[in-house]
């Protein structure tokens, strides 16, 4: 039986880039059942799909995922815009059935209000300084592919994944007082709005800790952390990250028949991988649910 949770909020998938965990990210959402599901920005990477992106089968199955959970659990969906996938400012707003597709939200549950943005509109690189985020993106890209390569050798090795760029990231000084100033201020605004917390992606850092009152909420990425942020149907929420899932658990309970056969005619279960190893503002509308 699936899990099911009241919001699961997602984020930063890139779909489009080779980085993207397009299968990872369609895998996680068969596992789940929810009410509402937020598609917190960069979902689909405008940027890349410009230069040397290509769009592929998998990425396609990933919006077959969401259709089945809008047609099979009457999921709601809310896809904000991110900066990679600014092109959708051409149709803002627009709501299809139960898909809705906005800049941002707000989100009250449990007599709590969140502010759900993506987070590039609080960054003074993209919204001022176009070309410096997209020579930003190049770096990121190449340290990307570079990453790759690294985990091909560890995987052969037979090593753990690392994450190349989280490590890059936490050794540069400068890397670390952006991220702290982004969360700060983002705090300070959902504070402005009258808010108990903001949700957020854009940094690719997962992240749910309280900032001086206000209930901090990153969704992290799937290019790398593989993560999700879920409420459950008591208010609570939590993060979840797709290495610490127990798909051979859901595997085996998902196969148990419901009767008894014959000792002789038992199929033992087949044994599978869990991971993927592939080389390959404004005033918001509120939604109150």
Same mark, same amino acid.
């Given at each position: 039986?699936?899990?099911?949770?009241?919001?699961?909020?997602?984020?930063?998938?890139?779909?489009?880039?080779?980085? $993207?965990? /397009?299968?990872?990210?369609?895998?996680?959402?068969?596992?789940?059942?929810?009410?509402?599901?937020?598609?917190?920005?960069?979902?689909?990477?405008?940027?890349?799909?410009?230069?040397?992106?290509? &769009?592929?089968?998998? *990425?396609?199955?990933?919006?077959? =995922?969401?259709?089945?959970?809008?047609? @099979? $659990?009457?999921?709601?969906?809310?896809?904000? !815009?991110?900066?990679?996938?600014?092109?959708?400012?051409?149709?803002? %707003?627009?709501?299809?059935?139960?898909?809705?597709?906005?800049?941002?939200?707000?989100?009250?549950?449990?007599?709590?209000?969140?502010?759900?943005?993506?987070?590039?509109?609080?960054?003074?690189?993209?919204?001022?300084? =176009? &070309?410096?985020?997209?020579?930003?993106?190049?770096?990121?890209?190449?340290?990307?592919?570079?990453?790759? #390569? #690294?985990?091909?050798?560890?995987?052969?090795?037979?090593? %753990?994944?690392?994450?190349? +760029?989280?490590?890059?990231?936490?050794?540069?000084?400068?890397?670390?007082?952006?991220?702290?100033?982004?969360?700060?201020?983002?705090?300070?605004?959902?504070?402005?709005?009258?808010?108990?917390?903001?949700?957020?992606? *854009?940094?690719?850092? /997962?992240?749910?800790?309280?900032?001086?009152?206000?209930?901090?909420?990153? +969704?992290?990425?799937?290019?790398?952390?593989?993560?999700?942020?879920?409420?459950?149907?008591?208010?609570?929420?939590?993060?979840?990250?797709? !290495?610490?899932?127990?798909?051979?658990?859901?595997?085996?309970?998902?196969?148990?028949? %419901?009767? %008894?056969?014959?000792?002789?005619?038992?199929?033992?279960?087949? @044994?599978?991988?869990?991971?993927?190893?592939?080389?390959?503002?404004?005033?918001?509308?509120?939604?109150?649910?």
């Amino acid at each position: 039986m699936k899990t099911s949770f009241k919001t699961i909020v997602i984020s930063d998938v890139h779909l489009g880039t080779k980085g $993207s965990k /397009a299968k990872e990210i369609s895998r996680f959402l068969k596992q789940y059942r929810c009410e509402n599901l937020i598609l917190n920005g960069d979902i689909i990477d405008g940027w890349q799909l410009k230069k040397s992106g290509s &769009w592929k089968r998998k *990425h396609t199955r990933f919006f077959n =995922r969401i259709l089945k959970m809008i047609e @099979q $659990s009457q999921t709601n969906v809310y896809y904000l !815009r991110g900066n990679h996938d600014d092109f959708l400012e051409q149709i803002l %707003p627009l709501q299809i059935g139960r898909l809705h597709i906005l800049t941002d939200m707000n989100y009250e549950s449990f007599g709590k209000k969140y502010f759900i943005t993506h987070g590039d509109v609080f960054d003074s690189i993209t919204t001022n300084l =176009r &070309w410096i985020a997209y020579l930003g993106d190049v770096g990121y890209t190449f340290l990307l592919w570079l990453n790759r #390569v #690294v985990n091909y050798y560890r995987f052969k090795a037979g090593l %753990p994944y690392y994450s190349l +760029s989280q490590y890059i990231k936490s050794k540069i000084k400068k890397a670390i007082s952006f991220i702290d100033d982004y969360e700060t201020e983002l705090a300070k605004m959902a504070k402005a709005k009258g808010c108990d917390g903001i949700i957020c992606g *854009h940094i690719h850092k /997962a992240e749910n800790r309280m900032i001086d009152g206000i209930h901090y909420l990153n +969704s992290g990425d799937w290019v790398e952390t593989m993560s999700a942020l879920a409420e459950d149907h008591e208010g609570n929420w939590q993060l979840i990250y797709y !290495r610490e899932i127990d798909f051979r658990g859901i595997q085996a309970e998902t196969q148990l028949t %419901p009767f %008894p056969l014959p000792e002789a005619t038992i199929i033992p279960l087949r @044994q599978v991988s869990f991971e993927s190893r592939s080389d390959d503002d404004i005033t918001p509308p509120t939604i109150r649910l």
